[in-house]
């Protein structure tokens, strides 16, 4: 699978799976499970959490799914890239570190590879970003970064970054029925060489029943959420993190990451999705 070079060094794979909504029903527990397991078996290498997904419980997902993995040799620990976040409460100089360490018991494992904060609260940002560069010191995350930052956030948290790790990556919300990141925030990461992570690069399922991209995806043969989701990881500098647990959809979004989309269906999809030629709100979901 492609992958996008890290700031830090390092590189993420441009296609991921999102755990957003799984870990809230034991009932379902075995099925997310079974997802993450066959995920990882299709080749997903990227998988995202936060502590705040099922109050814990999709990380406790995600922890066996990895267990299980490893025991069974499907794939190596230092292939994967595990992702999660800290809650914004959470993120003051000492409650950074110890809300990582109870991820990392969820999670099962000795490493986070990207540790973001999932929101800006109330907390001073260089607060929790020292506590991040003492996470990377000690080996307990790899890299550390952010999550719904827009510009502004981003140009502050610049200011206090300081001679540790800059920030590795800003996950947000971006997909062909929301741009508005393209307007300014995507080029100021671009500038820096720093990821962009799409959450919700297909608004949340919506646009698979949608009428225009529909037709456009038939012509290429294939369906309009591989469309959308190929659009999105078709632009420099993002990688996408889809929530899929059915097999159909996991298999879907896959061979989407494949896709190579030309000119002119970039062209037609502006056509049906705008770019942006103002500066909007940030989205959040």
Same mark, same amino acid.
């Given at each position: 699978?492609?992958?996008?070079?890290?700031?830090?060094?390092?590189?993420?794979?441009?296609?991921?799976?999102?755990?957003?909504?799984?870990?809230?029903?034991?009932?379902?527990?075995?099925?997310?499970?079974?997802?993450?397991?066959?995920?990882?078996?299709?080749?997903?290498?990227?998988?995202?959490?936060?502590?705040?997904?099922?109050?814990?419980?999709?990380?406790?997902?995600?922890?066996?799914?990895?267990?299980?993995?490893?025991?069974?040799?499907?794939v190596q620990r230092?292939?994967?890239?595990?992702?999660?976040?800290?809650?914004?409460?959470?993120a003051s100089r000492?409650?950074?570190?110890?809300?990582?360490?109870?991820?990392?018991?969820?999670?099962?494992?000795?490493?986070?590879?990207?540790?973001?904060?999932?929101?800006?609260?109330?907390?001073?940002?260089?607060?929790?970003?020292?506590?991040?560069?003492?996470?990377?010191?000690?080996?307990?995350?790899?890299?550390?970064?952010?999550?719904?930052?827009?510009?502004?956030?981003?140009?502050?948290?610049?200011?206090?970054?300081?001679?540790?790790?800059?920030?590795?990556?800003?996950?947000?919300?971006?997909?062909?029925?929301?741009?508005?990141?393209?307007?300014?925030?995507?080029?100021?990461?671009?500038?820096?060489?720093?990821?962009?992570?799409?959450?919700?690069?297909?608004?949340?399922?919506?646009? +698979?029943?949608?009428? *225009?991209?529909?037709?456009?995806?038939?012509?290429?043969?294939?369906? !309009? =959420?591989? @469309?959308? /989701?190929? %659009?999105?990881?078709?632009?420099?500098?993002?990688? +996408?993190?889809?929530? *899929?647990?059915?097999?159909?959809?996991?298999?879907?979004?896959?061979? !989407? =990451?494949? @896709?190579? /989309?030309? %000119?002119?269906?970039?062209?037609?999809?502006?056509?049906?999705?705008?770019?942006?030629?103002?500066?909007?709100?940030?989205?959040?979901?």
């Amino acid at each position: 699978m492609r992958t996008l070079p890290l700031p830090t060094g390092g590189e993420m794979p441009v296609l991921g799976l999102g755990t957003w909504r799984m870990g809230e029903d034991a009932t379902r527990r075995a099925a997310e499970v079974a997802a993450v397991r066959e995920a990882i078996g299709l080749g997903y290498r990227l998988i995202d959490t936060a502590e705040m997904y099922g109050e814990g419980g999709a990380e406790t997902v995600v922890g066996q799914a990895v267990a299980e993995a490893l025991r069974a040799g499907d794939v190596q620990r230092e292939d994967l890239f595990i992702v999660s976040k800290v809650y914004p409460h959470n993120a003051s100089r000492r409650g950074t570190g110890q809300a990582c360490e109870r991820s990392l018991a969820r999670l099962g494992l000795e490493r986070i590879d990207l540790y973001l904060l999932h929101w800006r609260g109330n907390h001073p940002l260089a607060h929790t970003v020292e506590a991040m560069h003492e996470l990377v010191a000690a080996g307990r995350i790899g890299h550390w970064g952010v999550s719904n930052f827009d510009t502004d956030d981003m140009q502050a948290l610049a200011q206090v970054v300081g001679q540790g790790p800059a920030c590795a990556a800003n996950q947000v919300y971006l997909s062909l029925g929301e741009r508005g990141p393209e307007f300014d925030l995507l080029p100021w990461q671009r500038e820096r060489g720093m990821p962009l992570m799409a959450y919700s690069p297909i608004d949340q399922g919506a646009l +698979a029943g949608d009428e *225009a991209l529909g037709a456009l995806a038939a012509e290429l043969g294939v369906s !309009a =959420a591989q @469309l959308a /989701l190929a %659009a999105v990881i078709a632009r420099p500098g993002v990688a +996408a993190i889809p929530k *899929a647990v059915r097999s159909a959809h996991l298999k879907e979004n896959r061979a !989407a =990451a494949e @896709l190579q /989309l030309d %000119a002119t269906t970039l062209a037609a999809l502006d056509r049906i999705y705008p770019v942006p030629k103002r500066k909007t709100p940030l989205a959040m979901i």
